[in-house]
């Protein structure tokens, strides 16, 4: 069964909207986990314009599944995740004016920098993970880097199912699906864990879903946005059912 991670980015947002104190990110882990996310996904932003670290240290005392961090590959960065150990760092690259992830890191250009920041992580037992394009030269950075993981950026995906009238059969989000699927092979056939991630919705995780041997989904804005009406425990259970019946089809 492929793992659902839930990012609760966005219920930091909100909170962040008005500076105060709910809704508390704590709280949405805890609901998100009852209704059964296998691991709990945060990006603290070098701007922190969502997660602060203090939900961080929260987080890493009180959840019982796995905690993922994403992190820009900075130094300070770094410092925070050996300080508060996650289970896994996730290498995602970050810009200033960005709404959201735009698009993979460039494993390839960076490779000697990334090497050496993850020496100090995995002397200290975290796993690190790169968000990658499906582009099988990043792939293979990934792995000469020394990471042990790979999340296939799913976005190009998710946005010609926008452009395409949600349309899964389309042709465009075929191609699309093709190329998620040809790098996850890549991937599994050199030796890495893949993962994949970004812009997954109740609707389209089907087609990602159906892909043999991914092992965690890492999904945040549609399942908290969902929550607003349902509640998180059903937003998640309901993914993850969409999850189990793409699995099996
Ligand atoms: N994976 C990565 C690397 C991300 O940066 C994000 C967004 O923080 C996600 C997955 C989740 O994306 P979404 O919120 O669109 O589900």
């Known amino acids: 069964m492929i793992k659902l991670c839930v990012n609760i980015d966005h219920v930091a947002t909100i909170r962040e909207a008005r500076k105060t104190i709910e809704p508390s990110p704590m709280d949405a882990a805890t609901e998100a986990c009852l209704g059964g996310a296998d691991g709990i996904t945060l990006h603290i932003r070098e701007d922190r314009r969502h997660v ?123 191609i699309e699906r093709d190329k998620v699927q040809a790098a996850v092979r890549h991937a599994l056939e050199i030796g890495l864990q893949c993962n994949a991630g970004h812009g997954l919705t109740h609707h389209n995780v089907s087609a990602i879903a159906s892909i043999s041997n991914i092992s965690e989904l890492h999904i945040g804005h549609s399942i908290v946005s969902r929550s607003v009406f349902v509640g998180m425990q059903s937003s998640v259970r309901e993914m993850k059912n969409n999850i189990k019946d793409a699995m099996h089809e």
């Open 52 to 174: 602060q670290d203090e939900d961080l240290f929260q987080l890493r005392k009180s959840i019982h599944v796995p905690l993922n961090l994403e992190l820009a590959a900075t130094p300070d960065m770094i410092a925070l995740a050996l300080i508060s150990k996650p289970d896994m760092a996730m290498f995602v690259p970050e810009g200033r004016n960005e709404v959201t992830t735009e698009g993979g890191l460039d494993v390839i250009k960076e490779i000697d920098r990334l090497s050496q920041m993850l020496l100090e992580l995995h002397e200290a037992g975290i796993r690190t993970s790169a968000f990658v394009d499906a582009n099988n030269k990043q792939i293979d950075a990934t792995l000469t880097s020394g990471f042990s993981v790979c999340e296939i950026h799913t976005g190009p995906f998710a946005e010609s199912v926008i452009r395409n009238d949600f349309s899964l059969q389309h042709p465009e989000v075929q």
